[in-house]
């Protein structure tokens, strides 16, 4: 099979890594607008044979299906407001997509209806997070009988955090994943929203010294794709960081800083989120030699043969000293790279737009498990049953 890549930052170099490995690829593309970049890759990479590498603007729509024409997958590793435009590009060159992030849902329709009528399948958010997290509570569902609630815990940090924020942009991009507002749980079988930076509860992992702390994050919703999450009484998802990241956060958006309201200074209009980040960025740039942590956990409770029962799911993972990959890069590239190969065996049949816990089940998702497991990321699975109910 052959596999494009779009995006030569942190994540796609991976992916195609990933792929030029496998002896079912026998081509990888990887597109990217800066040839710079590009040349660094093919450098770092040994220049392989099954590598190609093309200088494209996405937003170039001929040039972008030119390009792609004759692949069988293209895997998407792109900001999120960039990646739609792979995805028309994709569709109009008739080659499946994985994306590690999603369109937006609004956009969802017109995509699904376009992929279906060019019989082209798109697996949105098909990297760690989303993507990992939503299979693994979609496979403790399955296993369990009923479900009472799912909670997701999720986190890149780095090995040695400094200030002042004790925290770096081990995604890539331009911006801090800063988000004040409010964000979806399920409290009591209802939709609610809470302040996403107001938990800032404990949480630890196995491995890590220092203290973490957890805030709310959006609920995955498409776990509703999965028919026993219907009657959850109770759903989170939160995002681990250091202790104290929450109360720094705050402090910012409290001062304004995060604002996206434009304001007025010197007679020129500025957005003070805009400036902050311009000022931040530098300090919280994920460098050359620094080394990152991944933790995850999901757990699943509910009832198994008339008793009470938690599948819990977790992962504590490390930056790659041997192959030079963050940690970041692997779980989430990883994921996508062999979610790609199976889409290219064609082992995933339904068209459209379709997230990865409606088919990424059963035996495909423990052959992820094996294949992540092969790569070194380790998945430790525990069921606890209590009493009788």
Same mark, same amino acid.
């Given at each position: 099979?052959?596999?494009?890549?779009?995006?030569?930052?942190?994540?796609? =170099?991976?992916?195609?890594?990933?792929?030029?490995?496998?002896?079912?690829?026998?081509?990888?593309?990887?597109?990217?607008?800066?040839?710079?970049?590009?040349?660094?890759?093919?450098?770092?990479?040994?220049?392989?044979?099954? *590598?190609?590498?093309?200088?494209?603007?996405?937003?170039?729509?001929?040039?972008?299906?030119?390009?792609?024409?004759?692949?069988?997958?293209?895997?998407?590793? *792109?900001?999120?407001?960039?990646?739609?435009? #792979?995805?028309?590009?994709?569709?109009?060159?008739?080659?499946?997509?994985?994306? *590690?992030?999603?369109?937006?849902?609004?956009?969802?329709?017109?995509?699904?209806?376009?992929?279906?009528?060019?019989?082209?399948?798109?697996?949105?958010?098909?990297?760690?997070?989303?993507?990992?997290?939503?299979?693994?509570?979609?496979?403790?569902?399955?296993?369990?009988?009923?479900?009472?609630?799912?909670?997701?815990?999720?986190?890149?940090?780095?090995?040695?955090?400094? =200030?002042?924020?004790?925290?770096?942009?081990?995604?890539?991009?331009?911006?801090?994943?800063?988000?004040?507002?409010?964000?979806?749980?399920?409290?009591?079988?209802?939709?609610?929203?809470?302040?996403?930076?107001?938990?800032?509860?404990?949480?630890?992992?196995?491995?890590?010294?220092?203290?973490?702390?957890?805030?709310?994050?959006?609920?995955?919703?498409?776990?509703?794709?999965?028919?026993?999450?219907?009657?959850?009484?109770?759903?989170?998802?939160?995002?681990?960081?250091?202790?104290?990241?929450?109360?720094?956060?705050?402090?910012?958006?409290?001062?304004?800083?995060?604002?996206?309201?434009?304001?007025?200074?010197?007679?020129?209009?500025?957005?003070?989120?805009?400036?902050?980040?311009?000022?931040?960025? =530098?300090?919280?740039?994920?460098?050359?030699?620094?080394?990152?942590?991944?933790?995850?956990?999901?757990?699943?409770?509910?009832?198994?043969?008339?008793?009470?029962?938690?599948?819990?799911?977790?992962?504590?993972?490390?930056?790659?000293?041997?192959?030079?990959?963050?940690?970041?890069?692997?779980?989430?590239?990883?994921?996508?790279?062999?979610?790609?190969?199976?889409?290219?065996?064609?082992?995933?049949?339904?068209?459209?737009?379709?997230? =990865?816990?409606? #088919?990424?089940?059963?035996?495909?998702?423990?052959? *992820?498990?094996?294949?992540?497991?092969?790569?070194?990321?380790?998945?430790?699975?525990?069921?606890?049953?209590?009493?009788?109910?």
């Amino acid at each position: 099979m052959k596999i494009a890549v779009v995006g030569a930052g942190l994540m796609g =170099p991976t992916i195609a890594m990933d792929s030029i490995k496998s002896d079912e690829v026998k081509e990888v593309l990887l597109i990217d607008i800066d040839n710079e970049r590009l040349d660094k890759v093919r450098t770092k990479f040994g220049n392989p044979w099954k *590598l190609k590498t093309v200088a494209q603007d996405i937003t170039d729509r001929h040039g972008l299906v030119e390009s792609l024409r004759g692949y069988d997958v293209v895997c998407i590793a *792109l900001l999120r407001w960039l990646n739609v435009e #792979v995805m028309w590009g994709a569709i109009e060159a008739g080659v499946d997509v994985v994306d *590690l992030s999603g369109p937006a849902r609004k956009d969802w329709g017109n995509i699904t209806k376009a992929a279906e009528k060019a019989d082209v399948t798109i697996i949105p958010g098909c990297g760690l997070e989303p993507g990992l997290t939503e299979m693994l509570a979609a496979y403790g569902m399955d296993i369990l009988d009923s479900i009472t609630a799912v909670d997701i815990w999720c986190g890149g940090i780095p090995l040695d955090p400094r =200030p002042p924020l004790d925290y770096k942009i081990v995604f890539g991009g331009p911006y801090l994943p800063l988000r004040p507002g409010m964000v979806k749980v399920i409290k009591d079988g209802e939709v609610q929203e809470v302040k996403r930076y107001t938990l800032g509860d404990p949480v630890c992992f196995e491995g890590i010294d220092r203290a973490l702390e957890c805030f709310y994050d959006n609920f995955p919703e498409t776990l509703y794709e999965v028919e026993k999450f219907k009657g959850v009484k109770r759903c989170t998802g939160k995002t681990v960081r250091y202790l104290g990241y929450c109360e720094k956060v705050r402090f910012l958006d409290e001062c304004g800083l995060l604002s996206m309201e434009p304001i007025e200074s010197k007679g020129r209009k500025v957005v003070p989120f805009e400036i902050f980040s311009k000022i931040i960025h =530098p300090k919280v740039l994920f460098e050359e030699g620094e080394k990152d942590i991944t933790v995850l956990r999901v757990v699943v409770e509910g009832v198994k043969d008339g008793c009470e029962t938690f599948y819990t799911f977790e992962m504590v993972d490390f930056y790659d000293d041997d192959r030079g990959v963050t940690s970041m890069a692997k779980t989430t590239s990883y994921t996508a790279a062999i979610v790609a190969r199976m889409l290219g065996r064609g082992e995933i049949a339904e068209k459209g737009l379709v997230p =990865p816990v409606r #088919v990424v089940r059963g035996n495909l998702f423990r052959r *992820l498990l094996r294949e992540l497991a092969e790569r070194g990321i380790y998945v430790i699975e525990t069921l606890t049953t209590k009493s009788s109910l």
